[in-house]
């Protein structure tokens, strides 16, 4: 969206979209950490891992 587009919008839907945008960042984070996670377990299940010191 740009800037020209905003200015015709109201207020309730900017912070509607604001809030939308905001959920999704946090899903997103939620999901990355996640698979982050199983990275990490799935590397320290492998044979000879070592731990990080």
Known sequence: MKNGELT???D???VEELS????????MRARMADIMAELERR??????????S
């Open 43 to 52: 590397r320290c299940a492998r044979p000879g891992a070592r731990s990080r």
């Open 12 to 14: 309730a839907e900017l």
């Open 8 to 10: 015709i919008i109201g």
């Open 20 to 27: 939308a945008l905001t959920t999704q960042t946090a899903r």
